[in-house]
């Protein structure tokens, strides 16, 4: 370890100290995250490892980059629940000459690269096509965000929107954008409150990846599984109880695992002085062959997710 | 009498709070149906000992032997299961209970009761209230009588328990006339009974009539024992106080001393109604009145602290404003309260600090306080009033009652008010230092202040007055001069 | 046991300020031991200039409250909705990131004025509503917080003029502009404690409300003056977080509340009022900096600085107590063990 | 009469009632068994917790450490049952988390009556150590697949039907917990020594120990029993939940119970404090945290509205409180 710092402190190829900072600890999607982070870590011998603030709250996600600083790391891999809310600390880690790698947050200033698994707009667009089929096009719906911050969550629910608009005229959306801050039983709250205020609801898209499993629960106590529809980002460990008995239909996801891998690589070819180019392979399964935007990595691929292959993914 | 069984031997036993020597080595015995007096001046270790005993504080040395059993310490406990109760000073009810489940407590915990038996505790406070002869509300909440009152729960407490030695501290401060007799009364039926009991008074002559032994501390030693045949009050004093002492009578009152306030037609409904008098420059003028009479809410309201419906109060011509302290202060009027713990004292706070806030304004400079200045004036009227402080800046809470209650005199005699009201000013006070305050009352009407005096002490309203009103359910029903005033005829006035 | 310290030293270490330094002072000592080459750096000292200012401000706010029997609740509520003000000020009347300096001067005193006057309310719910201090508080600081998500929507308002940065980013003479900023407060906090006759009627009226009523202490008053000031100090707390967030959000700082309470009381101030010294407090923050920090360095999970950070508090209330002579301790059952034999 | 009006009971029923007829008023299907048994639902968890913070404040005490302690529990439980006995029954699951809230509150208790620590500050620092224990040395990551016996607990009802709008309502079986654990305590507060000792004890500590009550022993007792409710308050909210998470939210919930309970009319110095009053105190945070969205209010209002109700609810009183004083003074 302490040789590792003086081999960055000189400048030289690894092994690196890279912190991946997430939005909470604690949650399945982020467990997953870690796992690649490990793997990362074990593949390449980098001291690779990952944090998380207790609560989903950008205060407390800047104070974990403060100590990264204070600890000396030599990347910084982030998930941000606010990019904004981020600037000046992940500045501050640049000037202390850190490299900082960005995921979920494509208008990130202070950052080397930010990579998304795909274009969230169309992700987006694509959960709203599920939930309008479901719901013959036709009825309310509402939606719900991690926080009013989090970029990608707003992406996806305005390119819905913006779908269905254009698409599906005979839907309503209606209240404002739920926010849920990465927590289950706020999800359940929110959703409870909508299904009260607005009776005759069909729809829920959730981004948050615990969003559908509140909404889920309280589908299930009033024993609406089958009158109505929920789709959003999750993952089959977290919602599939849901999937099951019918109270959620639909999933879509990237594997977290695999994106924590990316960054931390990415990371890795920052502090090698490499560059990342379009068409390039990151070798991890969807980042084959990505598309560079600025500063902004996209991927390719993301998976839908339904009772009938719910099976097919083990995480 | 020395032949009957010994209760209670204390031997040797010495304590100390933090430097000072509360109890030094003192030997003390309680028989059976024997009543012995504790006197001695503030601070002499009375309440010490008491505490010892009920097993609150644990002695430094010195062994308590109940019994003939010697217990190196007592526990509330151990005391209350060989049947000591105790009337604390401070009376240590529970102010959210009702007054049947106060004065039943300590005897339910006693026989170990595991469920609440709510009609055997309300026949139990029903008998004994019966007993003192005062009917209350056996549903009212403690905390919401007056201090009398919670004084009578707290000797029914006491009662109520099958004890075999009532330890009573200062039971009658806030007592009048006539529950005093009612309590003596059930004192000497209790002897009677074999029970023993231990009484604290500062009221000299409650004490030699009641009790048949005395024991006399002072400065925490036992300094003179004997029966109480052998004493009387001034031999008493003599051993209290180390000296003879002299009460001064008022001095006689300038004719021509101009009238500071006036109280005109003051009513308040349910308290007091139409009052009005006046009080000249140099005057003291007390007000006597049984328990209830309004007297406590008058100075209240006088002081701000309530507010009256009707009426008008001036001073030196200017109308004071009603129902606001700060002006009434600012006006010139100084209240001492009567519940020093609790309205008097800032108990965690210095004794310097509880002199000085009453004066804080007076030591601005600029922005920021004159530290020194307020330091200096504070310990000059410690001085004054002669408050035996070992260290100025100890607690205020450290000092003996009598000590205490200087403290918040002190305070406001800093503040050069116009007026004082002092309401009891010598409850719990011993014979020492009360002659002391009456001085200095004397002192300071001479000086130009009118005074108002609160008490149900008859002999000190003599003492120390050039008038007296008289209260009875709110209203003054007469207006009597210092020498047509007599002891007898005023006692009989408020017992009628 | 060790020889008895001498007099003086004893005399000393019965102040619980003392002690605390004495436990900041060791805990110092054991990270620099620990991680001398990441504690005893330049870099450390300055990310902990910059980290604590904001919520030690918000201890001084609790501090003052705690110091009359109250607390405050609220500041988080309050410095948020402060910052949210300042914020709004500059991003929609004056031309954001264009700003000069004038604006951002404005925005900061109607931040301030905006803390006074959530003070105030507090004040006047406390002092004549007769509103006991944790649920007033309690209460006005779901009200500021629900101002502030409704002001603004619950979403971060950004876009902030360069110079707006200095305040949580800026060094002066080579000192974080937080650090000075907090060491101005609380210097002055101290000094009106100590030095002048509304700090010692705080601390009178702490010590009995009751009491002060009857010494004719302008209650009222003291207490509306002393939310008010814990009120301004919030504001300023807030306005650093929005500097150093580059942002302003209702919700922000969660967890500061609890910090700032904690610090209070581990820094011997009676929550019941009527003791409390400004530099204990210092000390505490100062400590729980230190500890935090050094944790860091020796990476062990934030988790479990929580845990260190509450056994501390009991550690030092175990002294305290311990020290300041609670006999309740020493009364045990009956022992009739040595007076016994003397018999 | 006029005591009774001046109750902080009757206050807070009278702010319930008028907020049910707005909530009739803005919304016709508002008064409905559905909407009933959302609150009812709703109330269960905060209910045992609150009833177990006016056990603390009648004995003259303040715990801010219940939902944290009851986090633990729950949590610790659940890891347990999953990983050791993965078969095991809700009703030992349910007694496991009340022992563990139960040993949990010894430490409350040791601290506070055997060194004599004061209450707030010992529960603040425990509210960090349980926590921070937890996730430190326990675990931090949410298991959102419970056990059987905890999931199927969680979908048994007490009561189910079928409004006639067709609306499905439910109440689970945990809601028979509530009330077991308000009898409970009603009896033990005021049918035992012990619950009048505890009274005592916050009516003045002083005057109870010179009075030879075991105020240490009564006080520890008393951080025990609260611990039980907490762990017992936990493992329900799990599996109502239907997961278990060490950074549960529900730590939050810990100011809000201690509002609802003194809404109700129990006083923070101790001694007064009713069963009737903190659950009134309950339903009324749980009516408002549920309906503003019914009676056309956005959310985003909720937390002025609950401020506002608790600046009432504690404000009228109080100002009446003071006039009474003033009158009487
Ligand atoms: N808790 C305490 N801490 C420090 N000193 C104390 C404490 N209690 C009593 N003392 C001191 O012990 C001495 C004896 O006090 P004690 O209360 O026994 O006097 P007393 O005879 O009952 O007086 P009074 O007639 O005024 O009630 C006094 O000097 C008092 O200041
Ligand atoms: N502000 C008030 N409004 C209505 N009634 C009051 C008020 N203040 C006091 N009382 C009532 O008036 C009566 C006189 O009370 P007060 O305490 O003044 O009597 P007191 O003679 O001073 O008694 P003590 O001997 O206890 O000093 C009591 O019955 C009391 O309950
Ligand atoms: O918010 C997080 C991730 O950032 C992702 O958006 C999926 O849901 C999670 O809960
Ligand atoms: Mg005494
Ligand atoms: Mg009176």
Same mark, same amino acid.
């Given at each position: 370890?302490?040789?590792?710092?003086?081999?960055?402190?000189?400048?030289?190829?690894?092994?690196?100290?890279?912190?991946?900072?997430?939005?909470?600890?604690?949650?399945?999607?982020?467990?997953?995250?870690?796992?690649?982070?490990?793997?990362?870590?074990?593949?390449?011998?980098?001291?690779?490892?990952?944090?998380? !603030?207790?609560?989903?709250?950008?205060?407390?996600?800047?104070?974990?980059?403060?100590?990264?600083?204070?600890?000396?790391?030599?990347?910084?891999?982030?998930?941000?629940?606010? !990019?904004?809310?981020?600037?000046?600390?992940?500045?501050?880690?640049?000037?202390?000459?850190?490299?900082?790698?960005?995921?979920?947050?494509?208008?990130?200033?202070?950052?080397?690269?930010?990579?998304?698994?795909?274009?969230?707009?169309?992700?987006?667009?694509?959960?709203?096509?599920?939930?309008?089929?479901?719901?013959?096009?036709?009825?309310?719906? @509402?939606?719900?965000?991690?926080?009013?911050?989090?970029?990608?969550?707003?992406?996806?629910?305005?390119?819905?929107?913006?779908?269905?608009? @254009?698409?599906?005229?005979?839907?309503?959306?209606?209240?404002?954008?739920?926010?849920?801050?990465?927590?289950?039983?706020?999800?359940?709250?929110?959703?409870?409150?909508?299904?009260?205020?607005?009776?005759?609801?069909?729809?829920?898209?959730?981004? @948050?990846?615990?969003?559908?499993?509140?909404?889920?629960?309280?589908?299930?106590?009033?024993?609406?599984?089958?009158?109505?529809?929920?789709?959003?980002?999750?993952?089959?460990?977290?919602?599939?109880?849901?999937?099951?008995?019918?109270?959620?239909?639909?999933?879509?996801?990237?594997? !977290?695992?695999?994106?924590?891998?990316?960054?931390?690589?990415?990371?890795?070819?920052?502090?090698?002085?490499?560059?990342?180019?379009?068409?390039?392979?990151?070798?991890?399964?969807?980042?084959?062959?990505?598309?560079?935007?600025?500063?902004?990595?996209?991927?390719?691929?993301?998976?839908?997710?339904?009772?009938?292959?719910?099976?097919?993914? !083990?995480? | 009498?020395?032949?009957?069984?010994?209760?209670?031997?204390?031997?040797?036993?010495?304590?100390?709070?933090?430097?000072?020597?509360?109890?030094?080595?003192?030997?003390?015995?309680?028989?059976?149906?024997?009543?012995?007096?504790?006197?001695?001046?503030?601070?002499?270790? =009375?309440?010490?000992?008491?505490?010892?005993?009920?097993?609150?504080?644990?002695?430094?040395?010195?062994?308590?032997?109940?019994? $003939?059993?010697?217990?190196?310490?007592?526990?509330?406990?151990?005391?209350?299961?060989?049947?000591?109760?105790?009337?604390?000073?401070?009376?240590?009810?529970?102010?959210?209970?009702?007054?049947?489940?106060?004065? +039943?407590? $300590?005897?339910?915990?006693?026989?170990?009761?595991?469920?609440?038996?709510?009609?055997?505790?309300?026949?139990?406070?029903?008998?004994?209230?019966?007993?003192?002869?005062?009917?209350?509300?056996? #549903?009212?909440?403690?905390?919401?009588?007056? /201090?009398?009152? =919670?004084?009578?729960?707290?000797?029914?407490?006491?009662?109520?328990?099958?004890?075999?030695?009532?330890?009573?501290?200062?039971?009658?401060?806030?007592?009048?006339?006539?529950?005093?007799?009612?309590?003596?009364?059930?004192?000497?039926?209790?002897?009677?009974?074999? /029970?023993? /009991?231990?009484?604290?008074?500062?009221?000299? +002559?409650? /004490?030699?009539?009641?009790?048949?032994?005395?024991?006399?501390?002072?400065?925490?030693?036992?300094?003179?024992?004997?029966?109480?045949?052998?004493?009387?009050?001034?031999?008493?004093?003599?051993?209290?106080?180390?000296?003879?002492? +002299?009460?001064?009578?008022?001095?006689?009152?300038?004719?021509?001393?101009?009238?500071?306030?006036?109280?005109?037609?003051? #009513?308040?409904? $349910?308290?007091?109604?139409?009052?009005?008098?006046?009080?000249?420059?140099?005057?003291?003028?007390?007000?006597? $009145?049984?328990?209830?009479?309004?007297?406590?809410?008058?100075?209240?309201?006088?002081?701000?602290?309530?507010?009256?419906?009707?009426?008008?109060?001036?001073?030196?011509?200017?109308?004071?404003?009603?129902?606001?302290?700060?002006?009434?202060?600012?006006?010139?009027?100084?209240?001492?309260?009567?519940?020093?713990?609790?309205?008097?004292?800032?108990?965690?706070?210095?004794?310097?600090?509880?002199?000085?806030?009453?004066?804080?304004?007076?030591?601005?400079?600029?922005?920021?306080?004159?530290?020194?200045?307020?330091?200096?004036?504070?310990?000059?009227?410690?001085?004054?009033?002669?408050?035996?402080?070992?260290?100025?800046?100890?607690?205020?809470?450290?000092? #003996?009652?009598?000590?205490?209650?200087?403290?918040?005199?002190?305070?406001?005699?800093?503040?050069?008010?116009?007026?004082?009201?002092?309401?009891?000013?010598?409850?719990?006070?011993?014979?020492?230092? =009360?002659?002391?305050?009456?001085?200095?009352?004397?002192?300071?009407?001479?000086?130009?202040?009118?005074?108002?005096?609160i008490s149900d002490d008859l002999p000190e309203l003599l003492a120390t007055c050039h008038r007296i009103l008289v209260m009875v359910e709110g209203r003054i029903v007469e207006d009597i001069p210092r020498m047509d005033a007599t002891e007898e005829g005023l006692a009989r006035r408020l017992a009628s | 046991m060790t020889a008895a310290p001498a007099p003086r030293v004893s005399r000393l270490l019965?102040?619980?300020?003392?002690?605390?330094?004495?436990?900041?002072?060791?805990?110092?000592?054991?990270?620099?031991?620990?991680?001398?080459?990441?504690?005893?750096?330049?870099?450390?000292?300055?990310?902990?200039?910059?980290?604590?200012?904001?919520?030690?401000?918000?201890?001084?706010?609790?501090? *003052?409250?705690?110091?009359?029997?109250?607390?405050?609740?609220?500041?988080?509520?309050?410095?948020?909705?402060?910052? *949210?003000?300042?914020?709004?000020?500059?991003?929609?009347?004056?031309?954001?990131?264009?700003?000069?300096?004038? &604006?951002?001067?404005?925005?900061?005193?109607?931040?301030?004025?905006?803390?006074?006057?959530?003070?105030?309310?507090?004040?006047?719910? *406390?002092?004549?509503?007769?509103?006991?201090?944790?649920?007033?508080?309690?209460?006005?600081?779901?009200?500021?917080?629900?101002?502030?998500?409704?002001?603004?929507?619950?979403?971060?308002?950004?876009?902030?003029?360069?110079?707006?940065? &200095?305040?949580?980013?800026?060094?002066?003479?080579?000192?974080?502009?937080?650090?000075?900023?907090?060491?101005?407060?609380?210097?002055?906090?101290?000094?009106?404690?100590?030095?002048?006759?509304?700090?010692?009627?705080?601390?009178?009226?702490?010590?009995?409300?009751?009491?002060?009523?009857?010494?004719?202490?302008?209650?009222?008053?003291?207490?509306?003056?002393?939310?008010?000031?814990?009120?301004?100090?919030?504001?300023?707390?807030?306005?650093?977080?929005?500097?150093?967030?580059?942002?302003?959000?209702?919700?922000?700082?969660?967890?500061?509340?609890?910090?700032?309470?904690?610090?209070?009381?581990?820094?011997?101030?009676?929550?019941?009022?009527?003791?409390?010294?400004?530099?204990?407090?210092?000390?505490?923050?100062?400590?729980?900096?230190?500890?935090?920090?050094?944790?860091?360095?020796?990476?062990?999970?934030?988790?479990?600085?929580?845990?260190?950070?509450?056994?501390?508090?009991?550690?030092?209330?175990? *002294?305290?107590?311990?020290? &300041?002579?609670?006999?309740?301790?020493?009364?045990?059952?009956?022992?009739?063990?040595?007076?016994?034999?003397?018999? | 009469?006029?005591?009774?009006?001046?109750?902080?009971?009757?206050?807070?029923?009278?702010?319930?009632?008028?907020?049910?007829?707005?909530?009739?008023?803005? %919304?016709?299907?508002?008064?409905?068994?559905?909407?009933?048994? %959302?609150?009812?639902?709703?109330?269960?968890?905060?209910?045992?917790?609150?009833?177990?913070?006016?056990?603390?404040?009648?004995?003259?005490?303040? %715990?801010?450490?219940?939902?944290?302690?009851?986090?633990?529990?729950?949590?610790?439980?659940?890891?347990?049952?999953?990983?050791?006995?993965?078969?095991?029954?809700?009703?030992?699951?349910?007694?496991?988390?009340?022992?563990?809230?139960?040993?949990?509150?010894?430490?409350?208790?040791?601290?506070?009556?055997?060194?004599?620590?004061?209450?707030?500050?010992?529960?603040?620092?425990?509210?960090?150590?349980?926590?921070?224990?937890?996730?430190?040395?326990?675990?931090?990551?949410?298991?959102?697949?419970?056990?059987?016996?905890?999931? %199927?607990?969680?979908?048994?009802?007490?009561?189910?039907?079928?409004?006639?709008?067709?609306?499905?309502?439910?109440?689970?079986?945990?809601?028979?917990?509530?009330?077991?654990?308000?009898?409970?305590?009603?009896?033990?507060?005021?049918?035992?020594?012990?619950?009048?000792?505890?009274?005592?004890?916050?009516?003045?500590?002083?005057?109870?120990?010179?009075?030879?009550?075991?105020?240490?022993?009564?006080?520890?007792?008393?951080?025990?029993?609260?611990?039980?409710?907490?762990?017992?308050?936990?493992?329900?909210?799990?599996?109502?939940?239907?997961?278990?998470?060490?950074?549960?939210?529900?730590?939050?919930?810990?100011?809000?119970?201690?509002?609802?309970?003194?809404?109700?009319?129990?006083?923070?110095?101790?001694?007064?404090?009713?069963?009737?009053?903190?659950?009134?105190?309950?339903?009324?945070?749980?009516?408002?945290?549920?309906?503003?969205?019914?009676?056309?209010?956005?959310?985003?209002?909720?937390?002025?509205?609950?401020?506002?109700?608790?600046?009432?609810?504690?404000?009228?009183?109080?100002?009446?409180?003071?006039?009474?004083?003033?009158?009487?003074?």
């Amino acid at each position: 370890q302490e040789a590792a710092e003086g081999a960055a402190a000189e400048g030289s190829s690894g092994p690196y100290d890279i912190a991946t900072v997430v939005k909470i600890a604690g949650i399945q999607w982020f467990n997953r995250m870690e796992e690649g982070v490990k793997q990362f870590a074990a593949d390449t011998g980098n001291n690779a490892f990952q944090v998380g !603030p207790a609560q989903a709250d950008p205060q407390q996600q800047a104070a974990l980059i403060e100590d990264m600083i204070a600890q000396g790391v030599d990347a910084i891999a982030v998930v941000p629940m606010s !990019p904004e809310a981020l600037e000046p600390v992940l500045g501050r880690a640049q000037e202390a000459g850190i490299v900082v790698v960005s995921h979920e947050a494509a208008s990130q200033q202070n950052v080397s690269y930010d990579i998304e698994a795909f274009k969230n707009e169309d992700f987006g667009a694509t959960l709203m096509e599920n939930l309008a089929q479901c719901m013959g096009g036709e009825g309310e719906y @509402a939606v719900f965000v991690g926080s009013l911050t989090s970029q990608t969550h707003n992406q996806w629910v305005d390119g819905a929107i913006a779908y269905q608009q @254009a698409n599906y005229p005979n839907m309503t959306l209606v209240g404002d954008k739920n926010e849920t801050f990465d927590d289950q039983q706020q999800a359940y709250a929110a959703a409870q409150e909508v299904l009260r205020a607005h009776p005759n609801i069909k729809g829920f898209q959730g981004s @948050a990846s615990t969003d559908v499993a509140g909404i889920g629960l309280a589908i299930e106590e009033r024993g609406m599984e089958d009158q109505s529809c929920v789709v959003g980002t999750s993952l089959p460990s977290i919602a599939g109880q849901y999937i099951e008995t019918g109270a959620v239909d639909m999933i879509g996801f990237w594997d !977290p695992s695999l994106a924590g891998y990316v960054m931390n690589s990415v990371a890795q070819m920052v502090l090698n002085g490499e560059e990342v180019t379009s068409g390039m392979d990151l070798g991890q399964t969807g980042y084959e062959s990505v598309t560079l935007d600025g500063k902004v990595i996209y991927g390719q691929a993301w998976v839908e997710v339904n009772k009938d292959n719910l099976a097919d993914y !083990p995480f | 009498m020395t032949d009957r069984q010994p209760l209670v031997v204390m031997t040797g036993v010495t304590k100390t709070y933090a430097g000072i020597t509360a109890l030094d080595d003192v030997d003390f015995v309680v028989r059976a149906g024997e009543a012995v007096c504790l006197a001695g001046e503030n601070g002499s270790g =009375k309440s010490t000992l008491i505490k010892l005993l009920a097993g609150v504080e644990k002695p430094d040395r010195g062994v308590i032997s109940l019994d $003939g059993v010697p217990h190196a310490a007592m526990t509330p406990t151990a005391a209350a299961a060989s049947g000591i109760a105790v009337i604390f000073q401070d009376f240590s009810l529970f102010p959210n209970l009702s007054v049947a489940e106060n004065i +039943a407590f $300590g005897a339910e915990l006693a026989e170990g009761a595991r469920f609440v038996r709510g009609r055997h505790v309300r026949e139990l406070a029903a008998r004994t209230l019966e007993r003192v002869g005062v009917p209350l509300d056996l #549903s009212a909440t403690v905390g919401m009588l007056p /201090v009398a009152q =919670k004084q009578l729960v707290a000797i029914c407490r006491a009662l109520a328990s099958e004890a075999r030695l009532i330890v009573m501290d200062e039971p009658t401060t806030a007592l009048t006339e006539r529950e005093v007799r009612a309590l003596l009364a059930i004192i000497q039926r209790l002897k009677a009974d074999g /029970v023993a /009991v231990i009484f604290v008074s500062h009221k000299l +002559a409650e /004490v030699l009539e009641v009790s048949e032994r005395v024991v006399v501390l002072r400065n925490g030693r036992k300094v003179a024992e004997g029966p109480a045949a052998e004493f009387d009050a001034r031999s008493l004093t003599r051993h209290m106080t180390g000296r003879d002492l +002299a009460e001064v009578g008022a001095a006689p009152l300038d004719p021509s001393a101009p009238v500071l306030l006036t109280v005109e037609r003051l #009513s308040k409904a $349910g308290a007091f109604a139409d009052i009005g008098f006046t009080l000249r420059a140099g005057e003291v003028l007390g007000i006597s $009145g049984l328990l209830g009479s309004g007297r406590t809410a008058l100075a209240k309201a006088l002081f701000g602290l309530v507010v009256p419906e009707t009426g008008r109060v001036t001073l030196d011509g200017r109308e004071v404003p009603l129902g606001d302290p700060l002006r009434a202060a600012g006006a010139g009027i100084g209240y001492v309260p009567e519940d020093r713990l609790t309205e008097g004292l800032f108990l965690t706070q210095s004794i310097l600090r509880n002199v000085g806030v009453g004066r804080i304004e007076a030591h601005g400079r600029g922005p920021f306080l004159d530290m020194a200045g307020l330091v200096e004036d504070a310990r000059d009227w410690l001085a004054r009033l002669r408050v035996r402080a070992p260290d100025p800046e100890a607690p205020v809470r450290s000092l #003996s009652g009598g000590n205490q209650q200087r403290v918040v005199l002190a305070r406001w005699l800093a503040r050069a008010p116009r007026i004082l009201i002092l309401n009891g000013p010598s409850v719990g006070v011993d014979v020492g230092s =009360k002659a002391e305050i009456h001085a200095i009352i004397a002192d300071l009407a001479a000086h130009g202040l009118g005074v108002i005096v609160i008490s149900d002490d008859l002999p000190e309203l003599l003492a120390t007055c050039h008038r007296i009103l008289v209260m009875v359910e709110g209203r003054i029903v007469e207006d009597i001069p210092r020498m047509d005033a007599t002891e007898e005829g005023l006692a009989r006035r408020l017992a009628s | 046991m060790t020889a008895a310290p001498a007099p003086r030293v004893s005399r000393l270490l019965a102040q619980p300020e003392a002690r605390l330094a004495l436990i900041m002072v060791l805990v110092f000592a054991v990270m620099a031991a620990l991680a001398p080459e990441r504690f005893l750096t330049p870099q450390n000292a300055t990310s902990m200039a910059f980290q604590f200012p904001e919520f030690a401000i918000l201890a001084l706010a609790i501090t *003052i409250t705690m110091l009359t029997g109250g607390i405050d609740l609220s500041i988080v509520g309050i410095a948020n909705c402060c910052a *949210i003000v300042a914020s709004l000020l500059l991003t929609r009347l004056a031309p954001g990131a264009e700003a000069g300096v004038g &604006w951002l001067l404005l925005s900061y005193a109607a931040a301030l004025a905006a803390g006074a006057a959530a003070g105030l309310f507090n004040g006047v719910l *406390i002092a004549f509503g007769g509103l006991p201090p944790i649920l007033a508080t309690l209460g006005s600081g779901l009200i500021f917080t629900g101002l502030a998500v409704a002001l603004t929507g619950g979403t971060a308002i950004m876009g902030f003029p360069a110079s707006a940065a &200095w305040l949580g980013n800026g060094s002066v003479l080579g000192l974080p502009v937080p650090l000075v900023v907090f060491g101005l407060l609380a210097a002055g906090l101290s000094l009106v404690l100590s030095r002048t006759g509304f700090g010692l009627k705080v601390q009178m009226f702490g010590a009995n409300p009751l009491a002060a009523r009857y010494a004719a202490v302008d209650i009222e008053r003291l207490l509306l003056r002393v939310y008010v000031a814990s009120g301004m100090l919030a504001a300023i707390a807030g306005l650093i977080i929005m500097s150093r967030a580059n942002s302003a959000k209702a919700d922000y700082g969660q967890s500061y509340t609890l910090l700032a309470v904690l610090i209070a009381v581990l820094g011997g101030v009676n929550p019941y009022g009527g003791y409390g010294r400004v530099v204990g407090v210092v000390l505490a923050v100062l400590t729980m900096q230190f500890l935090s920090s050094g944790l860091n360095m020796l990476q062990v999970s934030n988790f479990a600085r929580e845990l260190i950070w509450g056994a501390l508090l009991i550690l030092v209330m175990v *002294i305290n107590t311990r020290t &300041w002579g609670f006999r309740r301790l020493r009364r045990r059952l009956p022992t009739a063990a040595p007076q016994g034999e003397t018999r | 009469m006029s005591s009774l009006l001046g109750r902080n009971e009757t206050l807070v029923a009278g702010v319930i009632l008028a907020f049910c007829m707005v909530g009739a008023l803005a %919304d016709p299907g508002f008064l409905s068994i559905p909407t009933l048994m %959302d609150l009812l639902r709703a109330g269960i968890v905060l209910g045992i917790l609150a009833v177990g913070v006016l056990v603390v404040l009648v004995s003259g005490g303040i %715990d801010v450490s219940t939902t944290s302690l009851a986090i633990v529990a729950l949590y610790v439980t659940t890891l347990f049952v999953q990983n050791v006995t993965p078969e095991m029954g809700w009703p030992l699951a349910f007694l496991l988390a009340a022992v563990v809230g139960a040993l949990l509150g010894a430490i409350n208790g040791l601290l506070i009556a055997g060194l004599g620590l004061p209450t707030l500050i010992v529960t603040l620092g425990t509210l960090s150590v349980f926590r921070g224990f937890l996730l430190t040395f326990v675990g931090s990551r949410l298991i959102s697949n419970l056990p059987g016996g905890l999931r %199927d607990f969680s979908r048994a009802m007490m009561i189910r039907g079928t409004n006639a709008d067709g609306s499905f309502y439910s109440l689970p079986w945990a809601f028979a917990f509530l009330v077991g654990v308000v009898v409970l305590t009603w009896f033990l507060l005021y049918r035992t020594m012990l619950g009048r000792q505890v009274f005592a004890i916050g009516g003045s500590m002083e005057s109870a120990r010179r009075i030879g009550i075991p105020v240490r022993r009564v006080q520890f007792l008393v951080f025990v029993y609260v611990g039980a409710l907490g762990g017992l308050a936990g493992i329900i909210h799990a599996s109502l939940a239907r997961v278990a998470n060490p950074q549960d939210l529900l730590l939050n919930q810990q100011l809000p119970v201690l509002a609802a309970v003194v809404l109700g009319g129990a006083r923070l110095e101790g001694g007064t404090g009713t069963l009737t009053g903190t659950l009134l105190g309950v339903s009324l945070i749980v009516l408002v945290s549920n309906s503003l969205i019914a009676l056309g209010i956005p959310n985003t209002f909720q937390s002025i509205v609950i401020g506002f109700l608790i600046l009432l609810g504690t404000g009228l009183p109080a100002w009446q409180a003071r006039r009474a004083q003033r009158r009487a003074a």
